[in-house]
T-cell receptor, first 115, second 108 residues
Protein backbone atom coordinates (compact mmCIF):
# COMPACT_ATOMS: atom_id res chain seq x y z
CA UNK A 1 0.00 0.00 0.00
CA UNK A 2 1.77 3.11 -1.25
CA UNK A 3 1.97 6.01 1.16
CA UNK A 4 1.11 9.60 0.46
CA UNK A 5 2.86 10.74 -2.70
CA UNK A 6 3.87 14.26 -3.52
CA UNK A 7 5.43 15.68 -6.62
CA UNK A 8 7.60 17.29 -7.49
CA UNK A 9 9.94 16.75 -4.54
CA UNK A 10 11.83 19.92 -5.39
CA UNK A 11 10.53 22.90 -7.31
CA UNK A 12 12.37 26.06 -8.28
CA UNK A 13 10.46 29.08 -9.48
CA UNK A 14 11.33 32.68 -10.22
CA UNK A 15 9.39 35.47 -8.60
CA UNK A 16 6.09 36.02 -10.34
CA UNK A 17 5.76 32.47 -11.71
CA UNK A 18 3.16 29.92 -10.67
CA UNK A 19 3.84 26.86 -8.53
CA UNK A 20 1.68 23.73 -8.67
CA UNK A 21 2.17 21.10 -6.02
CA UNK A 22 0.50 17.72 -6.28
CA UNK A 23 -0.54 15.25 -3.64
CA UNK A 24 -1.94 11.75 -4.07
CA UNK A 25 -3.41 10.46 -0.80
CA UNK A 26 -2.99 6.95 0.51
CA UNK A 27 -5.26 4.42 -1.11
CA UNK A 28 -8.71 4.61 0.42
CA UNK A 29 -8.15 8.00 2.04
CA UNK A 30 -10.57 10.73 1.06
CA UNK A 31 -9.32 13.49 3.37
CA UNK A 32 -6.34 15.64 2.43
CA UNK A 33 -4.51 18.31 4.41
CA UNK A 34 -1.82 20.76 3.36
CA UNK A 35 0.81 22.18 5.74
CA UNK A 36 3.69 24.56 5.23
CA UNK A 37 7.00 24.38 7.04
CA UNK A 38 9.24 27.41 7.00
CA UNK A 39 12.94 26.87 7.78
CA UNK A 40 13.59 26.08 11.45
CA UNK A 41 9.87 26.08 12.24
CA UNK A 42 7.11 23.59 12.83
CA UNK A 43 4.37 22.85 10.34
CA UNK A 44 1.51 25.28 9.94
CA UNK A 45 -1.89 24.10 8.83
CA UNK A 46 -3.12 25.57 5.56
CA UNK A 47 -6.19 23.75 4.30
CA UNK A 48 -8.29 20.61 4.77
CA UNK A 49 -10.15 19.12 1.82
CA UNK A 50 -12.39 16.22 1.03
CA UNK A 51 -13.25 15.18 -2.49
CA UNK A 52 -14.55 18.27 -4.33
CA UNK A 53 -14.97 20.19 -1.05
CA UNK A 54 -12.87 22.59 0.97
CA UNK A 55 -13.67 21.89 4.60
CA UNK A 56 -11.35 24.30 6.40
CA UNK A 57 -9.11 26.85 4.72
CA UNK A 58 -8.44 28.95 7.79
CA UNK A 59 -4.66 28.65 7.33
CA UNK A 60 -4.55 29.68 3.70
CA UNK A 61 -3.19 33.12 2.80
CA UNK A 62 -6.03 35.23 1.43
CA UNK A 63 -4.36 35.91 -1.91
CA UNK A 64 -2.41 33.90 -4.47
CA UNK A 65 -2.99 30.51 -2.79
CA UNK A 66 -5.65 28.02 -3.75
CA UNK A 67 -6.26 24.31 -3.28
CA UNK A 68 -8.48 21.71 -4.82
CA UNK A 69 -9.15 18.01 -4.51
CA UNK A 70 -11.12 16.94 -7.56
CA UNK A 71 -13.26 13.85 -7.89
CA UNK A 72 -10.53 12.24 -9.96
CA UNK A 73 -6.83 12.85 -9.62
CA UNK A 74 -4.52 14.33 -7.03
CA UNK A 75 -5.03 17.30 -4.77
CA UNK A 76 -3.36 20.43 -6.08
CA UNK A 77 -1.95 23.34 -4.10
CA UNK A 78 -1.49 26.29 -6.42
CA UNK A 79 0.53 29.39 -5.65
CA UNK A 80 0.27 32.22 -8.14
CA UNK A 81 2.86 34.95 -8.58
CA UNK A 82 5.27 33.40 -6.12
CA UNK A 83 7.44 35.59 -3.89
CA UNK A 84 10.61 34.75 -1.99
CA UNK A 85 8.63 34.38 1.23
CA UNK A 86 6.80 31.41 -0.29
CA UNK A 87 10.02 29.38 -0.17
CA UNK A 88 9.25 26.53 2.20
CA UNK A 89 8.53 22.83 2.42
CA UNK A 90 4.92 22.02 1.67
CA UNK A 91 3.59 18.81 3.14
CA UNK A 92 0.45 16.97 2.30
CA UNK A 93 -1.22 14.48 4.64
CA UNK A 94 -4.17 12.18 4.21
CA UNK A 95 -6.52 10.33 6.50
CA UNK A 96 -9.55 8.08 6.41
CA UNK A 97 -11.43 10.71 8.36
CA UNK A 98 -13.25 10.77 11.66
CA UNK A 99 -14.54 8.58 13.19
CA UNK A 100 -13.03 5.70 11.24
CA UNK A 101 -9.45 6.89 11.38
CA UNK A 102 -8.27 10.35 12.14
CA UNK A 103 -4.53 9.72 11.94
CA UNK A 104 -2.85 11.85 9.35
CA UNK A 105 -0.12 10.27 7.27
CA UNK A 106 2.33 12.64 5.67
CA UNK A 107 4.00 12.67 2.31
CA UNK A 108 7.69 13.45 1.78
CA UNK A 109 6.97 17.09 0.98
CA UNK A 110 7.70 19.46 -1.87
CA UNK A 111 10.52 21.89 -1.27
CA UNK A 112 9.77 25.12 -3.09
CA UNK A 113 12.57 27.58 -3.73
CA UNK A 114 11.71 30.97 -5.15
CA UNK A 115 14.61 32.78 -6.76
CA UNK B 1 -5.70 29.52 18.46
CA UNK B 2 -3.77 26.58 19.76
CA UNK B 3 -0.23 27.05 21.01
CA UNK B 4 2.19 24.19 21.35
CA UNK B 5 5.51 24.46 23.14
CA UNK B 6 8.43 22.09 23.26
CA UNK B 7 12.03 22.33 24.31
CA UNK B 8 14.22 22.88 21.27
CA UNK B 9 16.99 20.40 22.05
CA UNK B 10 17.56 17.18 23.97
CA UNK B 11 20.78 15.21 24.11
CA UNK B 12 20.98 11.68 25.53
CA UNK B 13 23.42 8.81 25.51
CA UNK B 14 22.70 5.68 23.55
CA UNK B 15 20.83 3.19 25.71
CA UNK B 16 19.38 5.82 28.04
CA UNK B 17 15.74 6.87 28.08
CA UNK B 18 14.65 10.08 26.37
CA UNK B 19 11.72 12.14 27.58
CA UNK B 20 10.34 14.79 25.28
CA UNK B 21 7.82 17.17 26.79
CA UNK B 22 5.06 19.23 25.24
CA UNK B 23 2.55 21.73 26.57
CA UNK B 24 -0.49 22.92 24.69
CA UNK B 25 -3.33 25.33 25.24
CA UNK B 26 -6.43 23.93 23.54
CA UNK B 27 -8.09 21.42 25.84
CA UNK B 28 -10.64 20.41 23.22
CA UNK B 29 -8.12 18.39 21.19
CA UNK B 30 -9.50 14.91 20.65
CA UNK B 31 -6.25 13.29 19.66
CA UNK B 32 -2.66 14.12 20.51
CA UNK B 33 -0.03 12.84 18.11
CA UNK B 34 3.70 12.40 18.12
CA UNK B 35 5.57 12.67 14.83
CA UNK B 36 9.23 12.14 13.96
CA UNK B 37 11.01 14.06 11.23
CA UNK B 38 14.42 13.11 9.94
CA UNK B 39 16.51 15.64 7.99
CA UNK B 40 15.03 16.46 4.62
CA UNK B 41 12.15 14.03 5.09
CA UNK B 42 8.46 14.12 5.79
CA UNK B 43 6.81 13.37 9.09
CA UNK B 44 6.45 9.84 10.35
CA UNK B 45 3.55 9.14 12.67
CA UNK B 46 4.97 7.48 15.77
CA UNK B 47 2.01 7.14 18.08
CA UNK B 48 -0.99 8.99 19.42
CA UNK B 49 -3.22 9.08 22.43
CA UNK B 50 -6.90 9.81 22.80
CA UNK B 51 -7.73 12.69 25.07
CA UNK B 52 -9.60 10.42 27.49
CA UNK B 53 -6.49 8.31 28.18
CA UNK B 54 -3.67 8.94 30.64
CA UNK B 55 -1.07 6.64 29.20
CA UNK B 56 -0.31 4.59 26.15
CA UNK B 57 2.58 2.20 25.65
CA UNK B 58 3.76 1.05 22.25
CA UNK B 59 6.96 -1.01 22.31
CA UNK B 60 9.75 1.43 23.25
CA UNK B 61 7.41 4.40 23.29
CA UNK B 62 5.33 5.56 26.24
CA UNK B 63 3.00 8.53 25.98
CA UNK B 64 1.75 10.25 29.12
CA UNK B 65 -1.07 12.78 29.07
CA UNK B 66 -1.93 15.15 31.90
CA UNK B 67 -5.09 16.84 30.71
CA UNK B 68 -5.39 19.06 33.74
CA UNK B 69 -1.96 20.60 33.12
CA UNK B 70 -2.23 20.24 29.31
CA UNK B 71 1.05 18.39 29.29
CA UNK B 72 2.05 15.57 27.00
CA UNK B 73 5.26 13.60 27.08
CA UNK B 74 6.93 10.96 24.94
CA UNK B 75 9.37 8.57 26.53
CA UNK B 76 11.69 6.56 24.31
CA UNK B 77 13.26 3.64 26.13
CA UNK B 78 16.74 2.35 25.18
CA UNK B 79 17.36 5.27 22.83
CA UNK B 80 19.33 4.39 19.71
CA UNK B 81 21.29 6.51 17.24
CA UNK B 82 18.50 5.94 14.73
CA UNK B 83 16.19 7.83 17.03
CA UNK B 84 18.08 11.07 16.31
CA UNK B 85 15.53 13.35 14.67
CA UNK B 86 13.11 16.17 15.39
CA UNK B 87 10.03 15.17 17.35
CA UNK B 88 6.78 17.07 17.11
CA UNK B 89 3.76 16.82 19.30
CA UNK B 90 0.58 17.75 17.50
CA UNK B 91 -2.72 18.11 19.29
CA UNK B 92 -5.80 18.39 17.17
CA UNK B 93 -8.67 16.80 15.39
CA UNK B 94 -8.85 17.59 11.72
CA UNK B 95 -6.42 20.47 11.99
CA UNK B 96 -3.15 19.63 13.68
CA UNK B 97 -1.09 22.28 15.41
CA UNK B 98 2.65 21.77 15.58
CA UNK B 99 5.24 23.35 17.79
CA UNK B 100 8.78 24.00 16.64
CA UNK B 101 9.73 20.44 17.60
CA UNK B 102 12.43 18.97 19.83
CA UNK B 103 15.67 17.97 18.20
CA UNK B 104 16.89 14.75 19.82
CA UNK B 105 20.58 14.01 19.55
CA UNK B 106 21.75 10.58 20.58
CA UNK B 107 25.40 10.34 21.53
CA UNK B 108 27.51 7.20 21.65
Amino acid sequence: NAGVMQNPRHLVRRRGQEARLRCSPMKGHSHVYWYRQLPEEGLKFMVYLQKENIIDESGMPKERFSAEFPKEGPSILRIQQVVRGDSAAYFCASSLGHPVGNEQFFGPGTRLTVL
Amino acid sequence: GEDVEQSLFLSVREGDSSVINCTYTDSSSTYLYWYKQEPGAGLQLLTYIFSNMDMKQDQRLTVLLNKKDKHLSLRIADTQTGDSAIYFCAPGGNKLTFGTGTQLKVEL
